[in-house]
């Protein structure tokens, strides 16, 4: 990648004037740019807009800045408070520490990546993006039908009472997820999103709608909608795994995170 | 474009390109002791700390980095030679690529965790890949020298 100008604003205002009124592209942790071969004319730098926060927000959530790494989310004792090891879980398996240090939540938000291991959670707990200077849409839509036109993350909204688990299967530790899935209760309703088809990640709308507002549903529920989440999704095949292996799996995943968040 | 980067207590200023990663320039400006691996984000042999936290150099721009404080082997050059004394002792040193990245990782994880489990210690070291896989010897080695710190 060549950048060919780069800017680094002190304030969101001025970031979200270079990225609409002078087309730069926001750059997050960075990591991947070495593998893109685009020339990009106007690098805009979120390092210094202080963007690196995890904190408690009214009413009952938590909102994540833009530019929190990986390894913060992983270590987070308020992260851990209110989900447990979920994050830990949804982000321990990528790379090493050294990448993690590095990546951050909002270039994996605006890259909606079908590897995303995080924005699978993200779509079963019901977080919402917030782009500045205020507008909210739901992660999950944004992940499928993206934003139009140009767009600054700001930060994640998280509903701080969800309970959630994270699922995947991976060929080798550190490699990208075959296939990932998620559950979340969000204490009126039932969320399942489902990622690394190989493509991006999708709600299961079908398999939620089964489940209902029954927080604590039978096995046999459970059952049936693992199966109807691996019905109504489409599948791919790719170097890790073919479409048919994706489809055969990912019920076990749905069934393990649902009962884990049932208990 | 002109930064200012504080290597292993030194003041630099170096020239950069605003997409050119931190490896190329550090080494660029002699520091070759930051080795060039994987070059796409995966081995870390090319770890240094950037304000003590360990990060793969060739995937952070060198443009971040103006104004921060990095190390690399050689700036931890005296706790390094503590640590490779156990390396060699249990015959975990061999050809010695990804040493300085290893080492570096290791030292970044005795501040941050002073007592790991055999567990976290894979875990914290699952980003720095061994080329002659000398994992059994590298964790005897990590697990010696910590103990060796407690006692």
């Given at each position: 990648?060549?950048?060919?100008?780069?800017?680094?604003?002190?304030?969101?205002?001025?970031?979200?004037?270079?990225?609409?009124?002078?087309?730069?592209?926001?750059?997050?942790?960075?990591?991947?740019?070495?593998m893109n071969t685009k020339i990009m004319p106007l690098g805009v730098d979120l390092s210094e807009l202080g963007l690196d926060y995890i904190r408690e927000a009214a009413p009952d959530s938590i909102e994540i800045g833009a530019m929190t790494t990986y390894r913060e989310l992983e270590t987070s004792p308020l992260l851990e408070a209110r989900f447990g090891r979920l994050f830990s879980t949804t982000v321990s398996h990528i790379v090493g520490i050294q990448l993690r240090n590095i990546i951050t939540v909002g270039g994996t938000l605006a890259g909606r990546y079908g590897f995303s291991d995080l924005n699978t959670t993200f779509c079963?707990?019901?977080?919402?993006?917030?782009?500045?200077?205020?507008?909210?849409?739901?992660?999950?839509?944004?992940?499928?039908?993206?934003?139009?036109?140009?767009?600054?993350?700001?930060?994640?909204?998280?509903?701080?009472?969800?309970?959630?688990?994270?699922?995947?299967?991976?060929?080798?530790?550190?490699?990208?997820?075959?296939?990932?899935?998620?559950?979340?209760?969000?204490?009126?309703?039932?969320?399942?999103?489902?990622?690394?088809?190989?493509?991006?990640?999708?709600?299961?709308?079908?398999?939620?709608?089964?489940?209902?507002?029954?927080?604590?549903?039978?096995?046999?529920?459970?059952?049936?909608?693992?199966?109807?989440?691996?019905?109504?999704?489409?599948?791919?095949?790719?170097?890790?795994?073919?479409?048919?292996?994706?489809?055969?799996?990912?019920?076990?995943?749905?069934?393990?995170?649902?009962?884990?968040?049932?208990? | 474009?002109?930064?200012?980067?504080?290597?292993?207590?030194?003041?630099?200023?170096?020239?950069?390109?605003?997409?050119?990663?931190?490896?190329?320039?550090?080494?660029?400006?002699?520091?070759?002791?930051?080795?060039?691996?994987?070059?796409?984000?995966?081995?870390?042999?090319?770890?240094?700390?950037?304000?003590?936290?360990?990060?793969?150099?060739?995937?952070?721009?060198?443009?971040?980095?103006?104004?921060?404080?990095?190390?690399?082997?050689?700036?931890?050059?005296?706790?390094?030679?503590?640590?490779?004394?156990?390396?060699?002792?249990?015959?975990?040193?061999?050809?010695?690529?990804?040493?300085?990245?290893?080492?570096?990782?290791?030292?970044?994880?005795?501040?941050?965790?002073?007592?790991?489990?055999?567990?976290?210690?894979?875990?914290?070291?699952?980003?720095?890949?061994?080329?002659?896989?000398?994992?059994?010897?590298?964790?005897?080695?990590?697990?010696?020298?910590?103990?060796?710190?407690?006692?």
């Amino acid at each position: 990648m060549e950048i060919l100008e780069f800017a680094s604003p002190r304030t969101l205002d001025e970031a979200l004037h270079l990225v609409r009124d002078r087309h730069g592209t926001a750059i997050g942790g960075a990591a991947w740019l070495r593998m893109n071969t685009k020339i990009m004319p106007l690098g805009v730098d979120l390092s210094e807009l202080g963007l690196d926060y995890i904190r408690e927000a009214a009413p009952d959530s938590i909102e994540i800045g833009a530019m929190t790494t990986y390894r913060e989310l992983e270590t987070s004792p308020l992260l851990e408070a209110r989900f447990g090891r979920l994050f830990s879980t949804t982000v321990s398996h990528i790379v090493g520490i050294q990448l993690r240090n590095i990546i951050t939540v909002g270039g994996t938000l605006a890259g909606r990546y079908g590897f995303s291991d995080l924005n699978t959670t993200f779509c079963a707990l019901g977080a919402k993006v917030i782009f500045y200077p205020g507008k909210s849409v739901d992660v999950a839509s944004f992940i499928q039908d993206g934003e139009e036109g140009p767009f600054l993350i700001e930060k994640v909204l998280l509903p701080a009472s969800a309970k959630a688990s994270y699922q995947q299967v991976r060929i080798t530790a550190n490699d990208f997820p075959i296939i990932n899935a998620a559950a979340a209760w969000t204490g009126s309703s039932w969320r399942i999103a489902v990622g690394s088809r190989p493509a991006a990640s999708r709600l299961c709308k079908k398999a939620m709608v089964l489940l209902g507002n029954e927080p604590y549903p039978s096995d046999e529920k459970i059952e049936q909608a693992a199966s109807a989440a691996a019905e109504e999704l489409q599948f791919g095949s790719d170097i890790r795994a073919s479409a048919e292996y994706r489809r055969e799996i990912l019920p076990a995943l749905v069934r393990r995170a649902l009962m884990e968040v049932r208990g | 474009m002109i930064i200012t980067l504080y290597i292993n207590g030194k003041k630099e200023s170096v020239e950069c390109q605003p997409g050119e990663m931190l490896t190329e320039v550090l080494r660029r400006a002699g520091y070759v002791e930051v080795k060039k691996g994987c070059d796409t984000g995966n081995c870390g042999v090319c770890t240094v700390l950037l304000e003590g936290k360990p990060v793969l150099s060739c995937s952070y721009l060198a443009v971040r980095a103006d104004g921060k404080h990095i190390t690399t082997i050689q700036g931890a050059a005296k706790e390094a030679e503590e640590f490779a004394h156990f390396l060699t002792a249990e015959g975990a040193d061999q050809c010695g690529f990804c040493a300085p990245g290893f080492a570096l990782t290791v030292l970044a994880m005795k501040k941050e965790m002073p007592n790991p489990s055999e567990g976290e210690i894979r875990h914290y070291l699952a980003g720095n890949l061994c080329r002659c896989s000398g994992y059994e010897g590298q964790i005897r080695a990590i697990k010696k020298y910590l103990e060796a710190d407690h006692a």
